[in-house]
């Protein structure tokens, strides 16, 4: 879990990529300036914005120009979710459990 995690801080956002934006930011930098910006509404939020975001270490940023739609792109987000989770399940049943509440 913790090393598809780490693969975050090297992910560039893909939406950057494809549009050729020079030193594109991580998915790192991307959800530490959400968060932040996120505090003053809680810690909950926070953590929500956190937990979209690690699915991207299993697949990476869909976007509007993959041509699939809103539905089919939560498809693939929450079986990446999943995926993490079920990593961490036999060695934290409740950090997992509260991952996919949240």
Same mark, same amino acid.
């Given at each position: 879990? @913790? =090393?598809? /995690? =780490? @693969? @975050?801080k090297t992910t560039c956002y +893909? %939406?950057?990529v494809i549009y050729s934006i020079s030193n594109p930011e991580s998915v790192v930098d991307y959800s530490y300036r959400i968060v932040i910006f996120n505090d003053e509404t %809680?810690?909950?939020a926070s953590k929500i914005v956190l937990i979209h975001d690690i699915e991207e270490a299993v697949i990476r940023d869909i976007t509007l120009s993959d041509g699939i739609s809103l539905e089919e792109k939560y498809t693939h987000e929450v079986i990446a979710i999943k995926f993490l989770i +079920?990593? /961490?399940h036999p060695i934290n049943l409740k950090f997992a459990d509260r991952i996919l509440e949240l």
């Open positions: 879990f @913790l =090393e598809r /995690i =780490e @693969l @975050l +893909y %939406g950057w %809680g810690a909950r +079920y990593t /961490i």
